[in-house]
């Protein structure tokens, strides 16, 4: 059963999916409102310049401890991965460096 809140954006944006968004360690926490038709790796090209990732660093995204496919939109996702309680979509996002940076 989603809440009361949950309920009154799927009313107001019904065209757009809840996900709160957190870093692995705590360092950035951020709730969108993101189109459904978005696909994940479009997600993570904003996602990219918000936190500042360099150029040597990768960022990856998980779906309750799973890695989905790029290609996968916001909506799928939902419908997938959702939080029956709170009725949001809750990813975690972690970055590693990559060719060699430091």
Do not use: C
Request: cysteine-free; overall charge positive.
């Amino acid at each position: 059963m989603l809440s009361a809140r949950a309920r009154e954006l799927a009313i107001k944006y019904p065209d757009r999916v809840p996900v709160h968004v957190r870093a692995v360690n705590g360092e950035l926490q951020n709730k969108y409102l993101i189109p459904k038709d978005m696909a994940l790796s479009s997600f993570m090209m904003v996602l990219r310049k918000k936190i500042d990732v360099k150029s040597h660093e990768a960022i990856f995204v998980y779906v309750k401890n799973v890695l989905p496919p790029n290609t996968r939109t916001f909506g799928e996702l939902y419908t997938q991965f959702h939080d029956d309680k709170d009725g949001m979509l809750h990813m975690t996002w972690s970055r590693e460096n990559t060719f060699g940076g430091t």
